[in-house]
């Protein structure tokens, strides 16, 4: 892949897209192409073939789709699997019919089972049934792997996919209704410092176990596997380091420095008891994660101050 090459890449305001982007311009990469949504709607196969057919780029990441937490997952279950869905088929199809040289698919690893054997290796995708909280939205990511695999094995197109872990980090959500655990959390804890709250509640048992990433370790995996990768096999991305919900939450209760306490709402959904990726392929081909849990939360919150976000 050449500094001048075309890449044109899907959801770049999202916090995976924006931090590829942001690498990719530090990384010297001067031919970067994006549209907003409001721009170019990915639902709308007519105006993704006319985006194609105007902008001609070398290659893709597909990093936009719709996201969100347990809530919102099991609120908007259509519009999670007809969205992603149709967003993919219709640049994975259009990267196909512009023999874009090389497309990289972002999905998740909700993909798993949800009884999998821990960890989770690539070769467990379709071996059980999934989390039902989030099974749209898996099933959307799932068929975004096969349709990369399919147009592979048919036209002999470079199209890979990588399934990253839990992540956080710039330009996350922070909505209490539709983000995921982690931005969660630092919200909870920072408006119960300021409002001076006696206790922070948190959502189930506090029991599963989760791996969280930096989404810039995220983004220097994409281009670690947009350089050196080239095979069909989908790739985990992660850090091969799992932590409790309970033990998130005191790390980030120390990291605010809130000084109440925690209580446990029981009748909120778990989700998955264990969701980490088994990490041998990635670290095998030459990739590490760089951030650590602490200095990358720290990071993060000292950012959302810093912004006046919340």
């Not at 997952?73 to 990267?95: G, P, Q, R, V």
């Not at 410092?193 to 810039?216: C, M, Q, Y």
């Amino acid at each position: 892949m050449n500094k001048s090459d075309k890449i044109y890449i899907a959801g770049h305001r999202g916090m995976v897209g924006s931090a590829i982007v942001r690498l990719l311009e530090k990384e010297g990469y001067t031919n970067l192409i994006y549209r907003t949504s409001s721009e170019l709607d990915l639902r709308d196969q007519h105006a993704v073939d006319s985006f194609f057919d105007n902008e001609n780029p070398n290659y893709v990441v597909l990093a936009a789709a719709k996201v969100g937490g347990i809530h919102a997952n099991n609120t908007y279950k259509a519009d999670f699997i007809y969205d992603n869905l149709i967003m993919e088929a219709n640049i994975i199809n259009a990267a196909h019919k512009h023999n874009v040289t090389k497309l990289l698919f972002l999905g998740s690893s909700c993909i798993y089972p949800k009884m999998a054997p821990q960890p989770l290796k690539e070769e467990y995708l379709l071996t059980g049934l999934l989390e039902p909280t989030n099974e749209p939205y898996a099933i959307a990511k799932i068929a975004g792997i096969k349709m990369c695999e399919a147009y592979r094995d048919q036209h002999g197109c470079n199209f890979i996919s990588a399934m990253p872990t839990n992540l956080y980090g710039p330009n996350d959500n922070y909505d209490l209704n539709n983000s995921h655990v982690l931005p969660a959390l630092i919200r909870k804890f920072h408006t119960a410092k300021i409002e001076n709250l006696p206790a922070v509640e948190i959502w189930g048992t506090g029991s599963p176990k989760r791996e969280f990433l930096h989404v810039d370790d995220l983004a220097e995996a994409c281009l670690f596997l947009l350089t050196s990768y080239d095979g069909k096999e989908l790739v985990n991305i992660g850090c091969g380091e799992d932590i409790s919900i309970k033990e998130l939450a005191l790390l980030i209760k120390e990291i605010v420095g809130y000084e109440g306490e925690l209580t446990f709402n029981t009748d909120k959904p778990d989700g998955t008891p264990r969701k980490l990726l088994d990490m041998t392929k990635m670290h095998g081909l030459g990739w590490k994660h760089r951030i650590s849990l602490r200095n990358g939360i720290s990071s993060v919150y000292a950012d959302v101050i810093r912004q006046g976000i919340f």
